[in-house]
Nanobody, 121 residues
Framework: VQLQAYGGGLVQAGGSLRLSCAAS????????MGWFRQAPEKERIFVAA????????KYADSVKGRFIISRDNAKNTVYLQMNNLKPEDTAVYYC???????????????WGHGTQVTVSS
């Protein structure tokens, strides 16, 4: 079972990026998929989560109105569209899969390797 996140990069403040997370090894259509991020010397924190069907979504207050989480179960892929990026969004972004829409990392069973997002001012 693997989760592979990609799409990170360097962008100027106000710009946009779309992260993708491709799952392989089994079908994740029943799993909650989440995005977390971790800045240097800081804890890994919740960014967004989406239910298996895609009908329920949850966002951290810091990204509401700027980030959009979505998924394509036919492709076993979850996305994070990040708009109006700010320097404080700079972090390594991780995707994860779990049974419930909790905001704590320990609630997620599978993790991908992160992808770096750097926002310059």
């Amino acid at each position: 079972v693997q989760l592979q996140a990609y799409g990170g990069g360097l962008v100027q403040a106000g710009g946009s990026l779309r992260l993708s997370c491709a799952a392989s090894g089994r079908t994740f259509s029943s799993d909650v998929m989440g995005w977390f991020r971790q800045a240097p010397e800081k804890e890994r924190i919740f960014v967004a989560a989406i239910s298996g069907s895609g009908t329920r979504k949850k966002y951290a207050d810091s990204v509401k109105g700027r980030f959009i989480i979505s998924r394509d179960n036919a492709k076993n892929t979850v996305y994070l569209q990040m708009n109006n990026l700010k320097p404080e969004d700079t972090a390594v972004y991780y995707c994860a899969a779990g049974p419930s829409m909790y905001e704590t990392p320990v609630a997620y069973d599978y993790w991908g390797h992160g992808t770096q997002v750097t926002v310059s001012s």
